[in-house]
């Protein structure tokens, strides 16, 4: 970071700063502590050889500033770049400005405030004396600085106010009436400071305006100390002089959000660089700076990289005497450039042996698949996940004639997203276990187990019973595909292969079926799952009239056993068999022949599911039994547990979180889907409901009124959807976040009317559960220091997956037998076990 000053003067470039006490190149090297940053005799200066620093580096790279502006101290570094202060004078400026400040310390606070200077001006008149604006950052961004108990009381009034308020932790009144009693002191040591003409034009944060080189003298560095930053009218300025790339100079990017909302403000489009970041990866980051800095529109002709305008050349014609080279193949080699598909939904084999496969599937790749949907969803139908089942145990047993596939339990429903691929993994073990096991693609999550089988070899197929339909009537095909469409299962081309169905009077049923044109043809397949699911289909036309609710739907959970022949032909008839029924289960044995009346394979107990849509679930589903049982007798307590220390944790912790320009367009997305939700006066009252009125008293469109909450209809709030999208179009990053969002609000009024609702938990790789989970960790610590020494202490966590949130509790000092966890998914659960051996695993 000292690469300025060096190149500046070739002798010791630490030694600019001699009046430090202290080298900062020495001090950069050995590392300082957060304590010795808090004072601005030491922060100043090292920040300022940082900034020069990184101007130097750049200046290597070929990237040099047409234009330079700074916020407060950062004018000193702008001033030094744009060649209106020799180096020398720079470090006396600062050195002097840094110390002169420096002995202010302990005289006041400061606080960020999200308002207008105009909306500010009542509250800093009620809560004074001695408030003073030390910095207008953006539109709606201030900096206030006066005393300490005056700053306290603006926090309180603003955040009565709705407006966001963020005490800064900061022991000094920059910019304000604090500063006086250093005026004198500060111009003494500046008397000597001459400006130069410069090399580009700075615009002062001081004045808003183009500063000119006779007017940086000692009374211009004493308004910087003095004087409110106008940073605002100092971006606006430099945009209307034609920057349209501002790229912050500094050890971290704390001045973009002010940045982009000011050009917001003057409709000018312009890009918003950061130089360095606290999470960049080890090595030079400076040619990669210099590479963001052309591809957002700096000159390229100085870097290095650049060796003039590119001429296009025409290849050789030379003709290829193309062959293939492939290196020799072991029994340990994978192939990676050409890897063996073993079955169009089985995939792609993983190593030499079967036994682990991998496939890709999505909407667009297979649109096939995309014509099965469950309530507007496209999902992997039962036959598909029984065809890759048979089609692994044809690849483990490859002379059996006969293969068997039992105990196909399907744990959750495999949903193929419209805009996304989906990685499937096949595995198969030597004791004729099955897992189909998904994430999505590209994703480092770990894999959600979907569906467990278990398959065999078989000489022959069992015997079957006889089976007689006598007087039958028909259905067509068409009426049973139209009574699932209106059940929530819509079959698009690729899955109307039921043509009609025959049925007996007692309930006995033959299915008719043929391949669509719409439906790959059967090379690969051993059962086809077009046609396996319209077998399936056939079991609808012994439901029409049965009283199937509007908003349900039978999908099948478990297949018992099916056997099927290696050899056999496509599937052309289904004879269905009803079997045992309950309230919301029912089974059914299937025989399923070829064109020739040939058995191709059998199901025996197929089981059945109604199911609900979404959103639909009603109490009535869900029937508990209480049995009273004796309680244990309470511990003898010394005392109560105190959660005082514990919600100031919570708190803290959350505030301390950076507020950026996504997190409070957020908010503003949350009290917009609050208020149709409270419009609805039949929902009952709620911890929820009264959520959801504090959350938009906060955003100004509520108040208690009487005691009860009024809806202010003159503060509208943008449409939800809005704040949405340009979230998602300025922080793409945040995808996830704002997809379980988007699910969240698709569930709000099912959750305030208390009817059951799915709740999924943040997105593993998002931001949400990184930051829940940080808040959640202070609250629990907390709790766990001021928990009474005579009382023991147990912590349980529901749903721990890969046991991030139990490693954080550990880690915090909390005894690892004092936790325990719950997690229903068999194989999490022994992951866990295994990493966290001294923790109770509840499954």
């Known amino acids: 970071m000292l690469r300025a000053i060096a ?16 080298s900062p190149a020495a001090l950069i090297k050995a590392g300082v502590t957060e304590e010795e940053l808090a004072g601005t005799d030491l922060a100043q200066p090292l920040l300022f050889t940082v900034q020069m620093g990184i101007l130097a580096a750049l200046r290597e790279q070929g990237i040099t500033p047409d234009l330079v ?31 002169h400040q420096h002995a202010t310390r302990g005289n006041g606070r400061m606080a960020a405030i999200g308002a207008s200077p105009e909306a500010i001006a009542p509250l800093l008149e009620s809560c004074g004396p001695g408030l003073e604006i030390a910095a207008i950052n953006a539109p709606a961004a201030l900096t206030i600085a006066g005393p300490a108990p005056a700053i306290a009381r603006l926090c309180q009034a603003a955040e009565a106010a709705r407006l966001v308020a963020i005490p800064l932790d900061l022991d000094y009144a920059f910019h304000s009436a604090a500063m006086e009693p250093v005026r004198a002191g500060l111009l003494q040591d500046l008397s000597g400071l001459i400006s130069a003409p410069g090399t580009c034009p700075m615009i002062s944060s001081v004045t808003g305006k183009e500063l000119p080189s006779a007017e940086t003298g000692a009374d211009y560095w004493w308004r910087n100390l003095r004087e409110p930053v106008r940073f605002q009218a100092a971006v606006a300025e430099a945009a209307r002089q034609g920057a349209r ?28 660089l950061a130089s360095l970041k606290r999470q960049d990866p080890p090595g030079d980051p400076f040619p990669a700076m210099a590479d963001r800095a052309i591809a957002a529109g700096a000159d390229p002709r100085a870097a290095r990289a650049f060796q003039g305008v590119a001429e296009r050349a025409a290849l050789p014609r030379t003709p290829f005497a193309r062959r293939p080279i492939w290196f020799p193949r072991t029994v340990e080699s994978a192939r990676q450039t050409d890897p063996v598909q073993d079955h169009p939904l089985l995939g792609f084999r993983r190593g030499a042996a079967p036994g682990l496969w991998t496939q890709w599937l999505d909407c667009l790749a297979q649109p096939w698949l995309g014509d099965h949907m469950l309530f507007g969803d496209a999902v992997l139908p039962a036959a598909a996940m029984a065809e890759a089942a048979l ?35 096949f595995s198969a073990d030597g004791e004729g276990g099955f897992a189909l096991a998904t994430r999505p693609r590209l994703a480092e999550d770990d894999f959600t187990l979907c569906a467990r089988a278990r398959f065999a070899p078989l000489p022959r197929l069992p015997a079957s019973s006889g089976f007689a339909l006598g007087k039958t009537r028909e259905v067509p095909g068409a009426e ?59 079991l609808f036309a012994l439901l029409l009239g049965q009283g199937l609710g509007t908003e349900e739907a039978i ?26 029924r309950g309230a919301r289960l029912f089974a059914a044995n299937l025989t399923l022949r070829d064109a020739a009346g040939a058995i191709v394979a059998m199901i025996e107990d197929i089981w059945f599911q109604r199911v609900t849509r979404p959103g639909q679930e009603k109490l009535a589903h869900r029937s508990f039994r209480l049995d009273p049982v004796p309680s244990l007798p309470l511990v003898a307590t010394s005392a109560p547990v105190d959660l005082a220390p514990v919600m100031t944790a919570i708190r803290q912790a959350d505030r301390a979180k950076p507020l950026t320009e996504a997190a409070l367009l957020l908010e503003a997305h949350l009290a917009a889907l609050a208020l149709p939700a409270l419009r609805d006066t039949t929902a009952p009252t709620s911890p929820y409901r009264a959520a959801l009125w504090r959350i938009l008293a906060a955003a100004g469109a509520a108040e208690l009124v009487g005691g009860a909450w009024q809806i202010i209809e003159d503060q509208p709030l943008p449409p939800a959807e809005a ?84 490693k954080s509790l550990i880690k915090a000092g909390i005894s690892p037998e004092r936790i325990a966890v719950v997690e229903i998914v068999p194989e999490m659960a022994d992951h866990l076990r295994t990493k966290f051996p001294k923790t109770t695993v509840l499954q």
């Open 480 to 538: 049973v595909i139209g009574f699932a469409a209106r059940h929530g299962l819509d079959y698009g081309p690729a899955f109307q292969s039921l043509q009609k169905v025959d049925i007996a009077g007692a309930g006995a049923a033959r299915a008719w079926l043929s391949l669509p044109a719409a439906a790959p043809d059967h090379a690969g397949f051993m059962l086809h799952p077009a046609l396996l699911d319209g077998a399936l289909q056939g």
């Open 7 to 22: 190149a500046e003067d070739k002798g010791d470039a630490a030694g600019k700063c001699h009046r430090l006490g202290v």
């Open 723 to 806: 704040i949405w999208r340009e979230v998602l179009a300025e922080q793409p990053e945040l995808a996830l976040d704002l997809a379980w969002l988007a699910r969240a609000a698709e569930e709000l009024g099912a959750a305030l009317k208390g009817e059951p609702v799915s709740a999924p938990p943040p997105p593993a790789q998002g931001g949400a559960k990184q930051a829940l989970a940080a808040t959640l960790l202070a609250g629990v610590s907390a709790l766990a220091a001021a928990w009474p020494a005579d009382r023991p202490l147990r912590i349980l966590e529901l749903g721990a997956g890969t046991g991030a949130i139990t």
């Open 391 to 425: 089609a692994a145990a044809a690849l483990i047993h490859p002379d059996a004639p006969v293969l068997e596939v039992s105990d196909l339990a399907i744990l959750r429903p495999v949903t193929l997203a419209k805009d996304g691929a989906l990685e499937l993994r």
């Open 555 to 580: 999908i099948p959970i478990r297949i018992g056993r099916l056997c099927a022949r290696r050899d056999a032909g496509a599937i052309a008839t289904a004879e269905i068999t009803p079997g045992r």
């Open 245 to 272: 790339l501002f790229l912050e100079i500094g050890p971290a990017p704390v001045l973009q959000n002010y940045l982009r909302e000011t050009l917001r403000a003057e409709a000018v489009e312009a890009a918003v």
């Open 69 to 99: 502006l700074g916020h407060s101290v950062g004018e000193v570094a702008a001033a030094a770049a744009a060649g209106l202060l020799s180096l020398d004078q720079a470090v006396a400026l600062i050195v002097a400005r840094s110390r």
